[in-house]
């Protein structure tokens, strides 16, 4: 525990919790395409909407700023299995957007979309501020690092990334892809990251052929499923420094889904490993 200089009100704890950002996918342009009474209206029933999810799981929201959403699980209460609610809430938000878009195009304001970053680590939780203001908050690394994931999701075209810690906490209810090793900007080291697809259902005769929302449309679940299988072979190999080899398997997983931004992506990675252009490590840079 620290202390000292802070008072008594101002004391924070190392507590395991799994932290959530949220942003609006091109916010600015949103602010310049409507009004500003609009966008008041729009931005109150957005984060009525997604606060409504993160508490409905057992989240705490920590701030709302500008169009972010920051949110943890598992402090200040303890929370049991918090790696799978924090998914939950982000699966549900994605549904809720959905629905949220339905009922603001009759005023016909503009389709939002999200992305959102959920990081699990011992950080700093507590009262943090000063005599003016005091907020209950979390400080550490890890939820540098959670922001980071909700930015590099820019990159990758995906919704939902997750680190490994939150992924290996959520595997049992949550059907995820391995999108490889990221370097991101502030790390020394590249990380392990994941995309959340959708939650494991009990497999029915029909069940493969429903339709899930992904990317913010909706495909076919086994489309998703094979797409991700053939992906994760490849970026094995890509990892393991044969970007030739893994080219083909991208292709494969393209050919399965064409939509797939993340098998794109990594084409394109391929081929400037493959020429010498970039490093032939395994590790994707995310440079903003």
Avoid at 20 to 46: H, K, Q, Y
Avoid at 66 to 90: E, K, S, V, Y
Wanted: charged share 20%; with cysteine.
């Amino acid at each position: 525990m620290l202390s000292g200089a802070m008072s008594q009100d101002m004391v924070m704890t190392w507590r395991t919790v799994s932290l959530m950002f949220t942003d609006i996918v091109g916010f600015t342009s949103l602010c310049e395409s409507i009004s500003s009474e609009l966008l008041v209206r729009l931005m109150a029933d957005f984060f009525e909407a997604m606060c409504e999810e993160v508490v409905a799981t057992g989240g705490v929201l920590d701030k709302l700023i500008g169009d972010c959403i920051m949110a943890l699980w598992n402090a200040p209460l303890r929370l049991q299995d918090h790696q799978a609610a924090a998914c939950r809430a982000a699966l549900r938000m994605q549904a809720a957007l959905v629905s949220l878009n339905e009922r603001c195009s009759l005023e016909s304001s503009p389709e939002m979309k999200i992305r959102t970053g959920i990081n699990t680590a011992n950080v700093l939780v507590g009262n943090y501020g000063c005599d003016y203001r005091l907020n209950y908050t979390a400080l550490g690394d890890g939820v540098n690092l959670a922001s980071r994931l909700e930015s590099s999701n820019k990159i990758f075209g995906t919704a939902v990334m997750v680190s490994e810690a939150t992924m290996e906490g959520a595997a049992a209810w949550f059907h995820f892809r391995r999108l490889g090793r990221i370097l991101v900007p502030g790390k020394a080291q590249a990380v392990m990251v994941y995309e959340l697809l959708f939650e494991r259902t009990q497999p029915t005769p029909t069940s493969e052929a429903e339709s899930v929302l992904y990317h913010w449309q909706w495909i076919r679940r086994d489309l998703v499923l094979r797409a991700a299988t053939l992906y994760e072979k490849a970026i094995a190999l890509y990892t393991e420094d044969n970007p030739e080899a893994a080219l083909v398997g991208f292709r494969e997983a393209l050919s399965v889904l064409p939509s797939d931004s993340p098998s794109r992506l990594l084409v394109e990675a391929c081929g400037r490993a493959a020429s010498g252009s970039a490093p032939r490590d395994g590790v994707i840079r995310v440079t903003k």
